[in-house]
C-alpha cells in the first residue's frame, strides 16, 4: 500500500543516497531522508546539538509524523473494508486505490517544489487541519444510506480519498525539509532512523493493530473520530515549531521550470537504461514488484470474503503474514548476500511470488476435495464432466465440501508469510543493484523519475485485473497471477547473463593535485 509515504519524485530525488547510504533500497519513507540544502529551506540558526531525546521540537514532529502515518495506514485498511462491504467489487476496490496512486503521480513532483518556496511549519498544520476536517467527512458519509448499487455513495467516497491523498503530497515533503530545521547536523543520522523505524512501525500499528481492532470494537463512527482527534493532534504539536525562511515565486513559472526539468530526467533515465540493460531488468522488477503489490492489497478484501468466508475487516489475518515474512527477509538478506549472488536472490524470490500466487489460489479448491480437510459430510456442489458423445463413459462426478475454516487460513497465511518473502527478495536486491550501477550525479533523479512511472504503470493493471477477478473470481485471478511471474522468471533466466556478465560502473577517478 502507498498511503502516506508515497515518495513524491522531489522527494525520492534527495532520497538516492539516502542518509545511511541505503535510500530506496531500503525503502526508507521521504520523511526519513534529508533533503538538499535550499534557501528556500535553510534555518536561520543551526540547532543546538543536544540529545534527540532532549530536544523538543524534534520529539513533537516525530510525534506527529507517527501519530499521521499510523492514522494514515489505519484510513487505507477502513477504505478497502468499506469499498467491500458496499459493492462486494475488486474493479471497485481498484479505484480505491487509484485514488492514491494517481495523486502522487499528478502532484507528487509539483507539490515537492511548491512546498520548497512556503513556511514548512504553516504547510503541516494546515494539511493536517484539512486531514482532520476529512476524517469528518468520511464519518458523515457512513451515515448516509448508500441507496440502490451505491454509486454515489462510491464516488463521494472517491472523492474524498483523492482530496486527502493531494493533501497528503504537500504534508510530507514539509516535513521531510523540517528536520534540519530543528535537528543539529551531526545528529541528523540518528534522527532520519528514528523516522525511518516511525515509518516501518506505523504501517504494521495502522493496517494490522490499531486500524481493525478500533473498527472490530468500536466500529466505524469511533474509528474516523478518532483518526480526526490523531490529525488535530498533529497539527497541535507542529503549531510550536519554528519558522522556516520562504520566498516569493511565481506559480505559473515554477511549474513550467518542474516540467522542463521532468522531461529532462526522463531522457536521462531513458538514454542510462538503453545504455545498461542490467540496470533495465532492475527498473522492470521494481515495477512489477510495486504493481504486484497493489494488485494483491485489491483482491485481499474480495478473497478473504468471497473465498476464505470471514468478514471483510478480517483481511489483516491474510496480510500480516506477508508483512512478517518481508520483515524477516530485509532483516536477512545482506547476510544471506555473501553466500548468494543479488540475481540469485532476485530469481528465488520471483520463483516463490509465482508458486505462492499459484497455491493462494488452488489452495481453497484443495480444501474442498480432500478427505481430512472438510468441514462437513454434505458436498456444496457437485460438478459432472463427462464427454456426451461417449454416453457419459469418461464422466467425472466432482463433489466439492465445505472446507474447514481454522486450517485454511494457517494454510493461506503461510502461503502469504512465503510471499512476503519472495516479495523482499526481489525488491531490495533490484534496488540495490540500481543503486551501485546508476551515476552517482543522477541517482536521485533516476530513483525519482522510476518511482512515477512505476506509480503510473500500475494505473491500467489495477482496473483491467480488479474486472477480470469480478468476471472469473479471485483464486483464478492469483493462479493466472503465478502462472505470469513463472513466464516472466523464464525470461528471467533465459536473460541471466545480462545481469551477471555486463561489467560494473567504473569508478568516478579522484581529481588530480
Known amino acids: 500500500m502507498k498511503p502516506e509515504h508515497l515518495t513524491p519524485p522531489a522527494v525520492a530525488a534527495e532520497a538516492a543516497a539516502g542518509p545511511n547510504g541505503m535510500g530506496p533500497g531500503s525503502d526508507c519513507p521521504p520523511t526519513?531522508?534529508?533533503?538538499?540544502?535550499?534557501?528556500?529551506?535553510?534555518p536561520v540558526h543551526v540547532p543546538a546539538d543536544v540529545p534527540l531525546w532532549r530536544n523538543r521540537p524534534f520529539l513533537a514532529l516525530w510525534t506527529a509524523q507517527a501519530i499521521t502515518q499510523t492514522a494514515h495506514n489505519a484510513l487505507w485498511y477502513a477504505l478497502m473494508v468499506l469499498v467491500e462491504q458496499v459493492s462486494h467489487s475488486t474493479t471497485h476496490l481498484g479505484v480505491t486505490i487509484l485514488t492514491v496512486v494517481i495523486p502522487s503521480v499528478l502532484f507528487g513532483v509539483v507539490a515537492g517544489v511548491f512546498v520548497d518556496h512556503w513556511e514548512k511549519r504553516t504547510v503541516l498544520i494546515v494539511t493536517n487541519v484539512l486531514r482532520a476536517a476529512l476524517m469528518l467527512g468520511f464519518l458523515a458519509l457512513t451515515q448516509l444510506p448508500v441507496g440502490d448499487g451505491g454509486t454515489g455513495w462510491l464516488l463521494t467516497l472517491f472523492a474524498?480519498?483523492?482530496?486527502?491523498?493531494t493533501i497528503t503530497q504537500f504534508f510530507a515533503p514539509a516535513e521531510t525539509a523540517l528536520i534540519p530545521a530543528l535537528v543539529h547536523p551531526r545528529r541528523l543520522l540518528q534522527a532520519n532512523s528514528g523516522f525511518h523505524l516511525t515509518f516501518l512501525g506505523s504501517q504494521l500499528a495502522g493496517l494490522v493493530l490499531i486500524g481493525p481492532l478500533i473498527v472490530k470494537l468500536f466500529g466505524m463512527t469511533i474509528f474516523f473520530v478518532l483518526?480526526?482527534?490523531?490529525?488535530?493532534?498533529?497539527?497541535?504539536?507542529?503549531?510550536p515549531l519554528p519558522r522556516t525562511r520562504h520566498e516569493a515565486f511565481s506559480p505559473v513559472e515554477e511549474t513550467q521550470r518542474v516540467a522542463r526539468r521532468l522531461q529532462g530526467d526522463i531522457a536521462e533515465l531513458w538514454a542510462f537504461l538503453r545504455r545498461d540493460r542490467a540496470s533495465a531488468w532492475c527498473m522492470m522488477h521494481l515495477t512489477v514488484g510495486?504493481?504486484?503489490?497493489?494488485?494483491?492489497?485489491?483482491?485481499?478484501?474480495?478473497?478473504?470474503?468471497?473465498v476464505l468466508g470471514i468478514s471483510a475487516e478480517d483481511v489483516v489475518f491474510v496480510l500480516a503474514p506477508a508483512g512478517v515474512g518481508m520483515?524477516?527477509?530485509a532483516l536477512s538478506l545482506q547476510r544471506v548476500a555473501r553466500w548468494i549472488s543479488k540475481e540469485t536472490l532476485i530469481h528465488t524470490g520471483v520463483g516463490l511470488l509465482g508458486v505462492t500466487l499459484m497455491l493462494i489460489g488452488i489452495v481453497p479448491l484443495v480444501?474442498?476435495?480432500?478427505?481430512?480437510t472438510r468441514a462437513g459430510s454434505e458436498p456444496q456442489r457437485v460438478i459432472e464432466v463427462g464427454l456426451p458423445f461417449l454416453n457419459g463413459a469418461l464422466g467425472v462426478v466432482v463433489r466439492l465440501y465445505p472446507p474447514e475454516q481454522g486450517s485454511l487460513l494457517t494454510a493461506v497465511g503461510v502461503l502469504t508469510l512465503v510471499a512476503g518473502l519472495g516479495f523482499a527478495s526481489v525488491i531490495v536486491p533490484a534496488q540495490t543493484i540500481l543503486q551501485e550501477r546508476a551515476p552517482a550525479a543522477s541517482r536521485g533523479r533516476i530513483f525519482a523519475v522510476q518511482l512515477m512511472l512505476g506509480s503510473l504503470a500500475s494505473v491500467i493493471p489495477l482496473l483491467g485485473v480488479g474486472s477480470l477477478a469480478d468476471l472469473i473470481g479471485t483464486?483464478?485471478?492469483?493462479?493466472?497471477?503465478?502462472?505470469?511471474?513463472?513466464?516472466?522468471?523464464?525470461?528471467?533466466?533465459?536473460?541471466?547473463t545480462v545481469l551477471g556478465t555486463l561489467p560494473r560502473q567504473a569508478a568516478p577517478e579522484r581529481p588530480g593535485p
Open 327 to 329: 520483515i524477516v527477509a
Open 475 to 496: 483464486p483464478w485471478v492469483f493462479v493466472s497471477l503465478g502462472l505470469g511471474l513463472l513466464l516472466f522468471l523464464w525470461l528471467l533466466l533465459r536473460r541471466a
Open 227 to 239: 483518526l480526526a482527534l490523531g490529525f488535530a493532534l498533529s497539527a497541535a504539536l507542529v503549531w
Open 32 to 42: 526519513a531522508l534529508v533533503p538538499a540544502a535550499s534557501t528556500a529551506m535553510q
Open 367 to 372: 480444501w474442498q476435495l480432500l478427505p481430512i
Open 290 to 306: 510495486s504493481t504486484l503489490a497493489l494488485l494483491v492489497a485489491m483482491l485481499a478484501p474480495g478473497y478473504v470474503t468471497s
Open 160 to 165: 474524498l480519498s483523492f482530496v486527502f491523498s
